[in-house]
């Protein structure tokens, strides 16, 4: 179990946030919805805030029930309940169906921590001695071509072998996701990308990161990037983006 999980989360402007962050004793889970692009038709009678939710409630009850399954195969049966709660009003064949990145981990007592991304959510574990690891899924970053990237590129790539996967309508993406576990872990850090824009868009170490996760809290790391997308600006897209920091301090064996 962790000792203590704290979490904050904050939307990136006036619209409602598409992040969320759920915990129990031992686990913690962090979505990041996609924000549609504008006038793209989903084929979905449901916006990105309902398969998040939906999403984040399946993967809750799968760990809170802790009956062994690995977290790939709780991610796919969550994606699997979320795809039968869509009813038949939606094409769930639609590639621009609502999508989430998913970051979990689960500590599992003695330091070991497992983990799983899909997508650009990162999970940083602090390790004991010193020294981080970082895990993360750069796949949407290495579509053909580079950026800028267009819609219809997205479109095509997204939950398409050689391209990027995400939560959305085929419960195999789970099988894509990166997935283990380590030993020797002090605490874990499971962000959204709106966090991680401070070591990829700012040049903070992951390690700055932590500390200001833990000497600050999760609100310090969101205030940190916030006061950065003011005074340098975005690297690319939108100014600010709904941010979630986790942490959890694992308990000592």
Same mark, same amino acid.
């Given at each position: 179990?962790?000792?203590? *999980?704290?979490?904050?989360?904050?939307?990136?402007?006036?619209?409602?946030?598409? /992040?969320?962050? *759920?915990?129990?004793?031992?686990?913690?889970?962090?979505?990041?919805?996609?924000?549609?692009?504008?006038?793209?038709?989903?084929?979905?009678?449901?916006?990105?805030?309902?398969?998040?939710?939906?999403?984040?409630?399946?993967?809750?009850?799968?760990?809170?029930?802790?009956?062994?399954?690995?977290?790939?195969?709780?991610?796919?049966?969550?994606?699997?309940?979320? =795809?039968?709660?869509?009813?038949?009003?939606? /094409?769930?064949?639609?590639?621009?169906?609502?999508?989430?990145?998913?970051?979990?981990?689960?500590?599992?007592?003695?330091?070991?921590?497992?983990?799983?991304?899909?997508? /650009?959510?990162?999970?940083?574990?602090?390790?004991?001695?010193?020294?981080?690891?970082?895990?993360?899924?750069?796949?949407?970053?290495?579509?053909?071509?580079?950026?800028?990237?267009?819609?219809?590129?997205?479109?095509?790539?997204?939950?398409?072998?050689?391209?990027?996967?995400?939560?959305?309508?085929?419960?195999?993406?789970?099988?894509?996701? *990166?997935?283990?576990?380590?030993?020797?872990?002090?605490?874990?850090?499971?962000?959204?990308?709106?966090?991680?824009?401070?070591?990829?868009?700012?040049?903070?170490?992951? =390690?700055?990161?932590? /500390?200001?996760?833990?000497?600050?809290?999760?609100?310090?790391?969101?205030?940190?990037?916030?006061?950065?997308?003011? $005074?340098?600006?975005?690297?690319?897209?939108? $100014?600010?983006?709904?941010?979630?920091?986790?942490?959890?301090?694992?308990?000592?064996?």
């Amino acid at each position: 179990m962790f000792a203590e *999980i704290t979490y904050a989360t904050r939307p990136g402007f006036e619209r409602p946030n598409e /992040d969320l962050v *759920i915990a129990g004793p031992s686990w913690i889970v962090v979505l990041d919805g996609a924000t549609a692009a504008a006038g793209v038709d989903s084929g979905c009678a449901h916006d990105v805030a309902w398969l998040v939710g939906r999403l984040g409630g399946a993967l809750a009850a799968g760990l809170a029930a802790d009956d062994g399954a690995s977290l790939a195969g709780l991610l796919e049966a969550a994606i699997e309940g979320t =795809q039968s709660a869509h009813g038949g009003r939606c /094409d769930l064949g639609n590639p621009d169906s609502p999508s989430a990145t998913v970051a979990m981990v689960r500590c599992l007592g003695s330091g070991r921590v497992e983990y799983l991304v899909l997508g /650009d959510s990162p999970v940083v574990l602090s390790l004991v001695g010193g020294g981080v690891r970082v895990v993360s899924d750069d796949r949407l970053e290495r579509l053909p071509g580079g950026r800028p990237y267009t819609l219809e590129l997205v479109r095509r790539m997204r939950n398409a072998p050689g391209g990027f996967w995400v939560a959305a309508a085929r419960p195999e993406a789970a099988r894509e996701a *990166i997935t283990g576990a380590a030993d020797g872990v002090r605490g874990a850090g499971v962000f959204t990308d709106g966090v991680a824009r401070l070591a990829d868009w700012y040049g903070w170490s992951w =390690q700055t990161v932590l /500390d200001t996760l833990e000497d600050g809290g999760p609100g310090a790391v969101i205030d940190a990037v916030r006061e950065l997308e003011v $005074r340098r600006g975005p690297v690319r897209g939108k $100014r600010h983006d709904d941010a979630t920091a986790a942490w959890g301090r694992v308990s000592p064996p």
